[in-house]
């Protein structure tokens, strides 16, 4: 009788901290940001939204950043998932095991975890310096596309690995190809997940700020990007811009920008989740 008291204690005292530490971030991220929306919500306005940086806080607005940040997660997403989805189908679906495979398999698992600062060192070295692209879209672009590939990768794989294999066999059983069967059958059926994982970590690359730095983009640009070689700045760097300095005008448009920020995330993972539904629906 005592080790069953014992136990339901346990499962109380258990569940109990499950509970907590469920609600406490929540609660955490709520104070955030209503803080935040109690500090920016009056400057947000179409003014800010369309007006240019200013030295004077009253006047200063986030059209570059903005337009930059989307320009860059865009040309993020043509360049990392083709490769990414392609790279998780031929793992998935025509790789072998074998001690190569593994490896590269721990790697790329490895990969997803390491600190965005490296892969933005990796982008100076590579796209700023190595292929001469300078402080530009496309090496903002690329460096983001390798910091979120091994996540589209990932992501693609455990999409991958959900469609049974009975549906594999079947097809082939039919006198289906490889390809064939890959086509019609599996990425259909992987289709919810692969997109609302490349979504996912495209909106985690709206959001980064150290790779972009490290690579040199400017916090001062009075002036939209033109083209691939244009230099620009992100919403990201905007906002940290804006909190380093003194002046209190400039904390309550960092405020805003992040309301900003806050709100284009949501809004994809909003599109995530419809998307995800609605494929889910069509294949089922």
Known sequence: MQGARRGKLAEQVFRWVCLVAMTLPLIVLA????DVARDGAERIGWDFLTSYPSRNPENAGILPALVGSLVV???TALLALP??????VYLEEYGKRSFWANLIEVNIANLAGVPSIIYGLLGLGLFVRAFGFGRSVIAGAGTLALLV???VILSTREALAT???ALREGALALGATKWQTTRRVVLPMAFPGILTGTILSVARALGETAPLITIGALTYVPFLPDGLRSPFTALPIQIFNWVSRPQKGFVTNAA???LVLLVILLLLNGIAIYLRNRFQKRVY
């Open 163 to 165: 469609v049974p294999n």
């Open 73 to 75: 997660v865009a040309l």
């Open 256 to 258: 805003a920008g992040i």
């Open 31 to 34: 104070v955030l940001i209503i």
């Open 83 to 88: 490769i990414g989805v392609g790279a998780a």
């Open 149 to 151: 590939l091994p996540v």
